[in-house]
């Protein structure tokens, strides 16, 4: 079902249609989450110990950090110290918290209980203070007559923030009113909301493992849509994006799980994991150079293990550098 979003609040018209900054957290406690495995089919155990699996996947994050830095993309790393309780998806901070132009910070409510530990936003707001960006306030969002809903941020939701339009496959970790309230809060001129599929039977259990969506440009795997909603969902996205459609076989690869940035000279940059960047077929990816360097990055462990792969790992930053005096 799609619906427009009545609201006071207007999302910024200037708000920058692809960050050219974003926010990583070390897999500190990285290891195979069985809290989060009920509902993320994307996940795998590796027969290695606990230790070489954390070990493996610090050297794909550093790596990552490294490769979008030489980029010209801004990563901000927000350190989980050993101390803490044990947080194993940590690494995917881009589900807890996003940003606004204004300075606005919202957070937001985690399905997972060893998920939730990982919402940490005095220590989110030092390191972006550290590296000059300001936080003006801080939005709490939830349900005030319902205690089980959960909305995942960015994992939840895929935002078209050219055209003020939000995406997202509803499931245990994507609550439909909350959805709504905060579509009607931030001023989103429109929601899309549909059900997934997959072949086993089960939703797809975040938007942006099966959707992305850049300035000019669209990856979806539209064959696991609800039939009956297919078709609005691709028709809107096609009004001013190139589709590019995907099987589920290329989804479970993270093929929709990419994220275009715009590094600090202008360009455009299309990060996807080197899993993803094999599975696209030629023609997709020369559809997508169109758009946008591509840039695979190698984090094997993180995807196989963690059940998602280099978009769930930035936390797209779009708010206002410190004034200077």
Request: contains cysteine.
């Amino acid at each position: 079902m799609a619906f427009l979003a009545s609201c006071d609040t207007q999302y910024p018209l200037t708000h920058p249609h692809a960050a050219s900054a974003v926010v990583m957290v070390p897999p500190v406690h990285f290891k195979f989450n069985a809290q989060t495995s009920e509902d993320n089919g994307f996940q795998h155990a590796l027969a290695l110990p606990d230790e070489e699996v954390k070990t493996r996947a610090m050297a794909e994050f550093n790596n990552m950090v490294m490769t979008l830095r030489r980029h010209g993309i801004d990563v901000v790393v927000m350190e989980y110290p050993d101390s803490d309780p044990a947080t194993p998806d940590a690494v995917f901070p881009n589900n807890w918290f996003s940003t606004l132009p204004s300075g606005e910070l919202y957070l937001y409510p985690m399905a997972c209980p060893n998920r939730q530990l990982e919402v940490k936003p005095e220590r989110l707001m030092a390191a972006l203070d550290k590296a000059g960006y300001a936080v003006n306030h801080v939005h709490k969002v939830k349900c005030h007559d319902k205690d089980e809903a959960f909305l995942e941020s960015t994992g939840a939701m895929v935002i078209d923030h050219l055209n003020q339009r939000v995406y997202a496959a509803l499931s245990h970790r994507c609550d439909s009113i909350l959805l709504t309230e905060w579509a009607a809060k931030v001023g989103m001129r429109q929601v899309v909301s549909f059900n997934t599929e997959m072949s086993d039977g089960n939703p797809v259990y975040h938007t942006n493992v099966m959707m992305a969506v850049g300035e000019a440009f669209a990856v979806v795997c539209d064959e696991v849509i609800e039939p009956a909603q297919r078709d609005l969902v691709c028709n809107t996205l096609a009004e001013d994006k190139t589709l590019v459609s995907i099987s589920e076989a290329q989804m479970n690869r993270l093929c929709g799980n990419i994220l275009q940035l715009r590094n600090r000279h202008g360009e455009s940059l299309i990060v996807m994991s080197l899993s993803a960047y094999s599975a696209f077929t030629e023609d997709q990816k020369r559809t997508l150079r169109q758009f946008g360097k591509l840039v695979p990055i190698d984090v094997n462990t993180i995807e196989t293990v963690g059940g998602g792969s280099v978009r769930c790992m930035m936390g797209e930053i779009f708010l206002p550098r410190h004034q200077t005096v």
